[in-house]
């Protein structure tokens, strides 16, 4: 059973900021929200994860509400070669032994 | 740092035959995995390790087998070849702790024929 919802796909204009949601409505306490990409044809990579703070690396920012239901992936200045598929995933720390589980994501596509 | 390493990139098997996926790592990881994915799709569980003599199911573990020897390697194994296991399959790694990311292989391609 998927634990997110994103949209099926998306538009952005090149350099703008490309806001990408979540809903995770049933995130338990102890669960991470994680953010992965996937570039055609790639293997996924890595972007973001949180708890409950708002979180910023070099590659995004991941904003997540009080209540923890939802939450927004941020690419502040989208480039051509943010287009990708984008997975929003909920996982629990305490789960050791066991995996990440992807669902469809969301397409980005940035155009200029 | 090779990362995640996929063998082969591309592979036709036709229905019956045999093959085995390699997957190797070189950071020392603990938990690797194996997932799948159909065109149009996202990533589908196979099987997983938490280390060395040590694996479990995944969602779709039908007719895969695994094993895992060493730290390093954890190849896929494919008997009696089936149209249905034409796929994308994708490695990946990682410490097992929440704050480092799976690293990913760039995948092998096989079309069964």
């Known amino acids: 059973d998927a634990k997110t919802t994103q949209p099926t796909s998306m538009d952005c204009a090149e350099g703008r900021a490309a806001n990408l949601p979540c809903n995770h409505s049933?995130?338990?306490?102890?669960?991470?929200v994680y953010w992965y990409r996937q570039i055609h044809s790639q293997g996924p990579q890595y972007i973001i994860h949180?708890?409950?703070n708002n979180e910023t690396n070099e590659m995004a920012s991941l904003i997540i509400t009080e209540d923890r239901k939802s939450s927004t992936l941020i690419l502040p200045h989208a480039t051509l070669r943010d287009t990708a598929v984008y997975y929003c995933?909920?996982?629990?720390?305490?789960?050791?032994?066991?995996?990440?589980?992807f669902g469809k994501g969301t397409t980005l596509s940035v155009s200029s | 740092n090779a990362g995640v390493t996929q063998t082969p990139k591309f592979r036709i098997l036709k229905i019956g035959q045999s093959m085995t996926l390699q997957c190797a790592q070189d950071m020392n990881h603990n938990y690797m995995y194996w997932y799948r994915q159909d065109p149009g799709m996202g990533l589908k569980l196979i099987y997983y390790s938490v280390g060395a003599g040590i694996t479990d199911k995944g969602e779709v573990p039908n007719g895969y087998n695994v094993s895992r020897s060493t730290t390093e390697d954890f190849p896929l194994r494919l008997e009696l070849a089936a149209p249905s296991q034409t796929s994308v399959y994708f490695c990946?790694?990682?410490?097992?702790?929440?704050?480092?990311?799976?690293?990913f292989g760039s995948g092998t391609r096989l079309t069964v024929v």
């Open positions: 990946a790694s990682s410490q097992g702790q929440v704050r480092y990311g799976y690293t």
């Open positions: 949180g708890l409950k």
């Open positions: 049933t995130i338990s306490g102890n669960e991470y």
């Open positions: 995933i909920v996982h629990s720390a305490n789960q050791a032994g066991t995996a990440l589980i």
